[in-house]
């Protein structure tokens, strides 16, 4: 399996980013998957899902404010990013949901906002 994400960057606080990511290799329709991010010396953690279904669920830190969605036909996972915050600022990857994850997670995309 290989996954691509792109569309990161530097914005200010308040502003918007949406990310993509591409995978390839597996049946992309089968799984559900997820957004985690990593901060500089943190753990890796989950931030949203989207099940084969299209039913969604987020972390509280960002409720309300991102948006995870997937087309199935384009294999593509994305997530809006709305009113963001210095504390979002890590490196993005997706990965399917679950204990057990592709362990190439992918170089991920950066996110940096600025106050």
């Known amino acids: 399996v290989q996954l691509q994400a792109s569309g990161g960057g530097s914005v200010q606080t308040g502003g918007s980013l949406r990310i993509s990511c591409v995978v390839s290799g597996v049946a992309f329709s089968g799984y559900g998957m997820a957004w985690y991010r990593q901060a500089p010396e943190k753990q890796r953690d989950f931030i949203a899902g989207i099940n084969t279904l299209g039913s969604t669920n987020y972390a509280d830190s960002v409720k309300g404010r991102f948006t995870i969605s997937r087309d199935n036909a384009k294999k593509t996972v994305y997530l809006q990013m709305d009113s963001l915050k210095p504390e979002d600022t890590a490196v993005y990857y997706c990965?399917?949901?679950?204990?057990?994850?592709?362990?190439?997670w992918g170089q991920g995309t950066q996110v940096t906002v600025s106050s």
């Open positions: 990965n399917k949901i679950g204990p057990v994850r592709w362990t190439n």
